[in-house]
């Protein structure tokens, strides 16, 4: 079985005291013993979290682990964007632009994983705040030439969504044969922390993968640590027949 964690540590600032501190999104995260870690909102060299390069400190505090990370927003100083880290080699890493207009500067990563049950693909990704936005966004993706050229490995898709009204599911998702592992909605409120009312963060996955549970993090740590709870998933990468 294999344990994948998706989560917005929201730059490392507290979901209620908004105090930087980025030794609590680790403490959170070493507890939960991942073989994937898909993070959203990872900042680097920015004034408000110490001018941190946070992609190389989690690389560095999970090593082993193999690690590639996606700048989207670029500020004048520093910028934010996600990071994979992997027990196992990436055979392939892709970072996808899915920039819609003039709107804020979004990505998908998009991973090819070497396991020990065979190849996997992760995506990893943070959609935009309006819904036309998020939905130019999944199209975009699932169009994409590199997401065609790896369509044969079974498939993991998880990250923030932005989707409060959940509809990239049946719309867009469910027709292209992938499964919603974080349903129904309602058990999984994930943001804000600490009095969590929308299912932001999501997982949804295709054929030959078997989801074995599935939750959010709910400790006292987890609700400091960011404004969005931790998503869990274990799973199993099903043999060819």
Not at 175 to 191: D, I, L, Y
Request: net charge positive; aromatic share 8%; glycine share 6%.
């Amino acid at each position: 079985m294999m344990r994948l964690v998706s989560y917005n540590i929201h730059k490392g600032i507290g979901g209620t005291d908004r105090r930087y501190d980025l030794d609590r999104i680790v403490d959170v995260l070493v507890a939960l013993e991942a073989d994937f870690l898909c993070l959203q909102e990872v900042t680097i060299d920015l004034p408000r979290t110490s001018r941190h390069d946070q992609a190389d400190i989690l690389a560095a505090r999970f090593q082993p682990m193999f690690a590639t990370f996606q700048q989207n927003v670029h500020w004048k100083v520093g910028g934010y964007g996600n990071l994979v880290l992997s027990r196992w080699p990436l055979l392939e890493h892709h970072r996808i632009s899915l920039q819609f207009g003039q709107k804020k500067p979004r990505g998908a990563q998009l991973v090819v994983v070497e396991t020990p049950s065979g190849l996997l693909r992760v995506t990893n990704w943070h959609l935009g705040l309006s819904e036309g936005e998020r939905h130019w966004q999944t199209h975009r993706l699932l169009s994409h030439p590199v997401f065609h050229s790896t369509a044969e490995h079974p498939t993991l898709m998880c990250g923030d969504f932005n989707d409060w009204r959940n509809t990239l599911g049946h719309t867009l998702l469910l027709p292209k044969g992938f499964t919603q592992a974080t349903a129904p909605a309602g058990k999984f409120r994930s943001f804000p922390a600490v009095m969590p009312v929308m299912s932001l963060d999501k997982v949804f996955h295709c054929e030959g993968i078997t989801i074995e549970s599935a939750h959010l993090v709910k400790t006292r740590e987890a609700r400091r640590a960011s404004d969005h709870l931790p998503l869990v998933v274990d799973f199993r990468r099903r043999a060819k027949r």
